[in-house]
């Protein structure tokens, strides 16, 4: 399979070493972002729909990793999910499971770093979808969770969409929480960032880290043009 | 079907008190603006919750504060068609209109009847954006009929919609009410567009509402007077039914619904309409004369006999109601009524152009 993307794209003489980064960078990526878009789609229509006390603290939580240093959010993580760390300590007392250092890592810090810029996209598109249409449906009999469906979510489906697809690219993209939490452990960790990052501390490495660059240009491209196309589609529905 | 409301709702600077008892088939609700007509229909249909009291449709207590009653808004297929229209911007008219259809397959027939009873077929494939707004409320209407409501609740379905298209939804209006079997109750700050769809009124006013009444009644106890003061000008509306039409004159006769002594000239060119057809008329009070006898050498061709019932002062003017066979609301001025020496009881003719008459099918 690698050999026939590698065919593909012969023309920038990937190598298999950098196919194994490239696709490892793009399975933490979309799995991170298919793990995170429920949660920041529920997340995103609870904030942009309800009032509560303590909701800025709340958000503001939330928002944090959008704000620190990278580096820093990968630290937190090592310290709460960490073999030492409180919670990772639990786990692997009772599982016998390590999750810094591995894939899981890299895909949990992918998750942190991402979802509050999805949640805020998606929030953000929620708060746009007129209230009072939702409440048009409710009066025609259909349920809140139904009306969620068939009215919230398809109006909200662009904003959402543009929210998955930065999420994703900030994935793609994500360097320190990951090489903090998961480490830079080649054929396992080591996503595009870290591999170009490791290429340019060696001499002669230069063309290999171009290559990675440009697929990861590749990669965002096809994500931002696949989004718009989706985007257009729907509003040339409505129209 | 009876509605009974005994709530009081109240936020920082509104209040409304309701004790009401609604039975008829077509209630119209009228108050000036921000009276809370729309806080009433939104309480009904269950968008706001009074802060006491109850609400009861038919035996179903849909809001009981005292026992912690309060039917969500989806569970009380109240049929609700908001002054905005609020179609779903993503969902052609057809998808608008099943939306809440619950079971297509075998509703075909009913949507089928909803389609042409609005005459809605044109524009089942346009998006809600490339309709009109006379087309937009339609569609609504429809909408709110085909979730299977037991009460259809509309709001000012009037407003933001220019003479033709106001016109053209009255029609649509008076068709569904001729048609279903469905317990109606319109809002709107116009009374004369309320009065076209029916004549039992509640009126809205210093956060209370008032126990349904008709029109007559109204003016009679003179409950209008001080809406009167917001620009209200008293219409007369009957119904009737077009018995001739002389084309070459440019004239119809209509036939007034439960008179049948009664029948009235207008003007052809207003009506489009053949003989038989059912139609309704509005006449503006102001555009009544009052005379002692009947005139012959004028050219005003309505002038109908009959005895003053009703006659007070408001301000600078009269307001009567003659019985011709059919109740005829005039206002004249008080130098008028001097010199007629209007009083209650006596004999007088009502005068009014045929061009003065609107009519609405």
Redesign the interface.
């Known amino acids: 399979m690698t050999f026939e993307y590698c065919s593909i794209l012969s023309f920038l003489q990937i190598s298999e070493a950098e196919w194994s980064v490239i696709l490892l960078s793009v399975k933490v990526a979309v799995i991170s972002t298919i793990i995170s878009v429920p949660f920041a789609i529920t997340f995103g229509w609870f904030m942009g729909r309800y009032r509560f006390r303590g909701k800025s603290v709340f958000e503001g939580i939330i928002h944090l990793p959008l704000v620190m240093p990278p580096v820093a959010t990968g630290y937190l993580l090592l310290i709460v999910l960490g073999k030492q760390g409180f919670i990772g300590k639990l786990i692997f007392n009772w599982f016998g499971v390590q999750i810094a250092f591995t894939q899981t890592a890299a895909v949990i810090a992918a998750i942190v770093v991402s979802f509050p810029l999805i949640t805020r996209s998606v929030r953000t598109s929620f708060e746009m979808v007129?209230i009072?249409?939702e409440?048009?449906?409710?009066?025609?009999?259909?349920?809140?969770l139904k009306?969620f469906f068939?009215?919230s979510f398809?109006?909200a489906f662009s904003g959402i969409l543009s929210g998955t697809i930065l999420g994703f690219a900030r994935c793609l993209g994500e360097f320190g929480a990951t090489i903090t939490f998961a480490g830079n452990i080649s054929g396992k960790t080591s996503t595009i960032p870290m591999a170009v990052y490791s290429n340019m501390q060696i001499p002669g490495k230069e063309s290999a880290t171009i290559r990675l660059v440009i697929v990861s240009v590749i990669i965002s491209l096809i994500a931002m043009i696949i989004a718009e196309y989706l985007n257009r589609k729907?509003i040339r529905?409505?129209? | 079907m009876i509605i009974s409301t005994d709530f009081e709702y109240s936020t920082d600077n509104f209040r409304l008190n309701s004790r009401c008892e609604i039975k008829n088939r077509i209630t119209g609700v009228f108050g000036i603006s921000g009276s809370g007509k729309t806080t009433f229909l939104n309480l009904l249909a269950g968008l706001q919750k009074p802060v006491s009291g109850k609400i009861i449709i038919n035996d179903k207590t849909l809001v009981d504060t005292s026992v912690n009653i309060n039917i969500p808004l989806h569970k009380r297929r109240i049929g609700y068609v908001f002054q905005d229209t609020r179609l779903f911007p993503h969902m052609n008219v057809l998808k608008n209109l099943t939306y809440a259809h619950k079971n297509p397959s075998l509703n075909q027939k009913i949507l089928k009847e909803t389609i042409d009873l609005l005459e809605l077929g044109p524009y089942l494939k346009s998006m809600p954006g490339n309709i009109s707004g006379g087309q937009a409320q339609r569609v609504a209407i429809g909408r709110a009929l085909l979730s299977n409501a037991k009460i259809l609740l509309l709001d000012e379905p009037f407003t933001a919609l220019d003479k033709p298209l106001k016109k053209q939804v009255i029609t649509f209006l008076n068709r569904i009410i001729e048609h279903l079997d469905i317990p109606i109750i319109v809002v709107s700050h116009e009374l004369n567009d309320l009065l076209l769809l029916t004549q039992e009124i509640i009126i809205i006013q210093d956060g209370k509402t008032f126990q349904p009444k008709s029109y007559i009644d109204l003016i009679r106890e003179k409950k209008l007077l001080e809406l009167n003061g917001h620009g209200l000008n008293y219409h007369n509306i009957y119904s009737g039914e077009i018995i001739k039409t002389d084309k070459n004159n440019g004239i119809s006769g209509v036939q007034i619904q439960n008179s049948p002594d009664v029948q009235l000239i207008v003007e052809s060119d207003n009506i489009h309409l053949p003989v038989k057809s059912h139609v309704k008329i509005s006449l503006r009070g102001a555009d009544v004369s009052v005379a002692l006898r009947e005139i012959t050498d004028i050219s005003i061709k309505n002038q109908l006999g009959g005895t003053i019932e009703t006659l007070y002062q408001h301000r600078n003017h009269l307001v009567c109601i003659v019985d011709c066979g059919i109740k005829v609301i005039t206002r004249v001025t008080l130098d008028s009524g001097k010199k007629l020496g209007l009083k209650t009881g006596k004999k007088v003719w009502c005068l009014f152009k045929s061009l003065a008459i609107e009519t609405f099918n």
């Open positions: 007129d009072k249409l409440a048009a449906s409710r009066s025609l009999g259909i349920s809140p009306t068939r009215i398809p109006l729907v529905k409505r129209s």
